[in-house]
């Protein structure tokens, strides 16, 4: 068992001891949020610590009747760093939770397909997140792990979401979190989900407990912590060093960097990043260039169009554009896109920066917005020199190609229509559904008519 000098620390164990077998007699689950990072590592550390108290504490097994899950969004556009440190710890937390009969659950949670970020952005051409348009949270963060959380309450009538916040990250955060506190109550409603209430442990402790927890208490599940602290220190900006209490003498400075999405576009300059890159990690500056010609490309009018995409006017009084991006425009960031994957995958094979389901969904998004003049398949094979693994999408053969070419000589334009019109149906099966089609199919032979009268 691991002894803890700490009786703040030891506080806080025997408070989740309690909360877990005496003042919650229901069996309603408990969801930890798993980032990786040093908060979420130091509450499942407290609570894995409780749990094996109370297995080795109490004669019987079903005491730890409590299911606990541990629940890690995937955004599917993390830091490759922290993605890959992240599925090596769920790995160690999944294999030592079995073999210490601890009954932790690991769930990995990821946006759906069709509200990914690249679906967003190169698909339906949203420009990229900012301070005032921040779509990404509610659909790449929010969305799934709620997801999760309501199919729990479900089941179990209600659910406890135990959170690595911390009274000290900021007086914002303190606000926040004493607004929705009871007093003398350890549980709070959450905000905004009904059946569900907070548990935060470890509020009370200050950084340099947590750095202290981390540099000297051994991973219940068996993980090297010194890797999470040396990812800490190499993203470390010289402005967000932090004080520590130190274990020894590589522990110079913990660092305060927040991790998140590579292709974050809300913050001004991506400091861990870059000084991931200054630390090393130079295979990462492709990454960090693209991020930063996102953000110097949003406003650029040529690359908006001049609606949105519900169809309504999209210019401002200087005439500038403010619509979604453009069909070239987004053609252009796919073939950027993948270009830097290839590069990236020279030194990195496992790196992945857009899958190719994503693939695949952003040519039926583009056929849906009469995008025809971009092919997906086209920029892989150019960019990769093979075919997509889907085997391309590809509406005719050059034989059938020929065959209608004849057939719509006199009027060219019924050539493309007919050939649009086999590419909606055919993306559509490649998503096994075929809901819409209709409604594409109309839109399309809307606006040939349009053309023609022109």
Known sequence: MIKIKSKKVESIISEIIDQYTYADTSDRPWIIGFSGGKDSTVLLTLVWIALQRIKQDLPYPFQLRRPVYVVCNDTMVENPIISSYIDDVLAKIEEAARDQGIPIIVKKTVPKLEESFWINVIGKGYPVPNNTFRWCTDKLKIRPTSNFLLEQIDEKGEAIVLLGTRYEESATRERSMRKHEVKGKRLSKHSSTANTYVYAPIKELILEEIW????????????????????????????????????????????????????????????????????????????????????????????????????????????????????????????????????????????????????????????????????????????????????????????????????????????????????????????????????????????FVKEIKL
């Open 212 to 447: 202290y927890i981390i540099n000297t208490m051994p991973s219940p599940w068996g993980f090297d912590n010194s890797i999470l602290f040396q990812i800490y220190s190499d993203a470390s900006a010289d402005d967000y060093e932090c004080p520590t209490v130190v274990t020894n003498k590589t522990h110079s400075s913990c660092g305060q960097s927040r991790f998140g999405c590579w292709t974050c576009t809300v913050v001004k300059k991506d400091k861990s990043m870059t000084a991931l890159i200054e630390n090393g990690q130079n295979w990462m500056h492709p990454l960090l260039e693209f991020r930063n010609n996102l953000v110097e490309d949003r406003n650029i009018s040529e690359n908006r169009s001049e609606t949105r995409r519900n169809g309504s006017p999209a210019v401002d009084e200087s005439g500038h554009n403010q619509g979604n991006y453009t069909a070239e425009y987004r053609n252009k960031l796919l073939k950027n896109l993948l270009e830097i994957q290839k590069q990236v995958q020279q030194e990195r094979p496992h790196v992945t920066l857009i899958t190719n389901q994503e693939l695949i969904a952003i040519q039926v998004t583009w056929n849906r917005d009469l995008i025809f003049d971009f092919n997906v398949g086209d920029i892989y094979r150019k960019v990769y020199n093979k075919e997509i693994s889907t085997n391309n999408i590809k509406s005719l053969d050059d034989t059938e190609r020929r065959i209608l070419k004849d057939v719509c000589k006199e009027d060219v334009s019924y050539y493309h229509l007919i050939d649009n019109l086999i590419t909606l149906q055919e993306t559509k099966t490649l998503l096994i559904s075929k809901y819409g089609l209709h409604n594409d199919v109309e839109n399309r032979i809307e606006s």
